[in-house]
């Protein structure tokens, strides 16, 4: 079991549809991330949130909105995807903020939300 | 662009047997992760060292760091079925984004 939580699990959408993928992490982390991850690849970095503020956006096209409502919650926001767009999305968090989470702080990840878009 | 490259991409071994996993890198680093994945689900994090340490050890996994080299291997010893997965190392520090490496398919057949 881990203790970054995602949801949905699953989640098939069409092109024209708005949803959302949520995770929650309540082990007092200061940065969560957000991660997409295509079919026998690594993990690639999308967005890096600090103190609930947007530390990094690795030109993530604007169809994705990330949100951190609160220092638990991070939330990912799609609309008018592409199917290229379908892969496995992945919450994590760190327990020291941006930067200072790449010098020593390992990456505590979900289970993924595993999305196909049609 | 992923900074590590894995080395094999592939393994398979018998139960019992060590696996040894090697991962290069390009630029100086901080420090160097090593990560386990199951299929359809999230990484999770096996041992970091620090570009000051030679090796790690945790439980059945060992870890060394050849800074001159820019590589570390990750070994496995009596492997299990259950320890079937990816691995991928992860390079950081100096600010910069924690990169993956293309990882390594390790299958431990019973």
């Known amino acids: 079991d881990t203790e970054v939580t995602q949801t949905p699990k699953h989640l098939v959408m069409g092109m024209t549809n708005k949803k959302s993928l949520k995770c929650e992490q309540h082990m007092g982390h200061r940065a969560m991330y957000w991660y997409k991850q295509k079919a026998k690849k690594p993990p690639e970095l999308m967005f890096v949130?600090?103190?609930?503020?947007?530390?990094i956006n690795e030109s993530v096209p604007s169809r994705f909105s990330p949100e951190c409502p609160n220092s638990s919650l991070l939330n990912l926001h799609l609309h008018a995807l592409q199917p290229e767009d379908s892969a496995l999305y992945l919450c994590?968090?760190?327990?020291?903020?941006?930067?200072?989470?790449?010098?020593?702080?390992?990456?505590?990840f979900g289970n993924g939300t595993r999305l196909t878009v049609t | 662009s992923q900074q590590g490259e894995e080395d094999p991409q592939a393994l398979s071994i018998q139960e019992g047997e060590n696996a040894t996993m090697n991962c290069s890198y390009k630029?100086?680093?901080?420090?160097l992760q090593w990560y386990r994945q199951n299929s359809g689900r999230g990484l999770v994090h096996l041992i970091l060292?620090?570009?000051?340490?030679r090796e790690k050890h945790s439980g059945r996994l060992r870890v060394t760091l050849d800074t001159s080299k820019k590589s570390s291997s990750l070994l496995i010893t009596a492997s299990r079925a259950a320890d079937t997965a990816s691995y991928f190392c992860?390079?950081?520090?100096?600010?910069?984004?924690?990169?993956f490496g293309e990882g390594t398919q390790l299958t431990v057949n019973p």
């Open positions: 060292i620090r570009s000051n340490e």
């Open positions: 630029t100086s680093i901080n420090n």
């Open positions: 992860a390079t950081g520090g100096s600010g910069s984004r924690l990169t």
């Open positions: 994590a968090s760190s327990q020291s903020a941006w930067p200072l989470s790449s010098y020593n702080s390992p990456l505590h």
């Open positions: 949130y600090s103190y609930e503020k947007l530390s």
